[in-house]
T-cell receptor
Framework: DSGVTQTPKHLITATGQRVTLRCSPRSGDLSVYWYQQSLDQGLQFLIQYYNGEERAKGNILERFSAQQFPDLHSELNLSSLELGDSALYFC????????????FGPGTRLTVT | AQSVTQLGSHVSVSEGALVLLRCNYSSSVPPYLFWYVQYPNQGLQLLLKYTTGATLVKGINGFEAEFKKSETSFHLTKPSAHMSDAAEYFCAVSDSLSGNTPLVFGKGTRLSVIA
């Protein structure tokens, strides 16, 4: 158990819908990362937050957004969902942005039908 | 831009045999390198990392990897495979100079261990 929690574990929704994925980092970790894992694209970095502020952006679609709250938990919002958004979404956390050891949560499996 | 290439999407070894998973990276700056393992239906777990210092790094579960700058490689090895090693393994690289630490992952190598 990495100490990073993600909810829900599974999510099934229809095209065009909006969903919110939630992540709680390890106690004491200030930085949160979101990654997407799909069969065709592999593991890709989406976005990083540090202490509530956006720190780095990767291959995140405009339909996706995220935020980190004062209690340091983070939410990833996915809207206007398409079939291709079906994937495993991982959250990871680290103590700070310069700490290279990231701890991954168990992931949320999103299925868009 | 950084990139990681893992040679072989699937590697099969016999129990007790040497495990060798290959990783080559491309980076314009000194890299930080990582190996993660993913067991079925689980998240990623850090096996080992190279940041600075000794180029041979030891990780958990008997795995080790050697950073070879001249070959831009960071291959993962284990002297004797165990059934419990069957999993997906990911090599990743991070930029050591920009201060941003998101990981760039390879496509992964699925390791099967045959009894």
């Amino acid at each position: 158990d990495s100490g990073v929690t993600q909810t829900p574990k599974h999510l099934i929704t229809a095209t065009g819908q909006r969903v919110t994925l939630r992540c709680s980092p390890r106690s004491g970790d200030l930085s949160v990362y979101w990654y997407q894992q799909s069969l065709d694209q592999g593991l890709q970095f989406l976005i990083q937050y540090y202490n509530g502020e956006e720190r780095a952006k990767g291959n995140i679609l405009e339909r996706f957004s995220a935020q980190q709250f004062p209690d340091l938990h983070s939410e990833l919002n996915l809207s206007s969902l398409e079939l291709g958004d079906s994937a495993l979404y991982f959250c990871a956390s680290s103590v700070d942005p310069l700490t290279y050891e990231q701890y991954f949560g168990p992931g949320t499996r999103l299925t868009v039908t | 831009a950084q990139s990681v290439t893992q040679l072989g999407s699937h590697v099969s070894v016999s129990e007790g045999a040497l495990v060798l998973l290959r990783c080559n990276y491309s980076s314009s700056v000194p890299p930080y390198l990582f190996w993660y393992v993913q067991y079925p239906n689980q998240g990623l777990q850090l096996l080992l990392k190279y940041t600075t210092g000794a180029t041979l790094v030891k990780g958990i579960n008997g795995f080790e990897a050697e950073f070879k700058k001249s070959e831009t490689s960071f291959h993962l090895t284990k002297p004797s495979a165990h059934m419990s090693d069957a999993a997906e393994y990911f090599c990743a690289v991070s930029d050591s100079l920009s201060g941003n630490t998101p990981l760039v992952f390879g496509k992964g190598t699925r390791l099967s261990v045959i009894a």
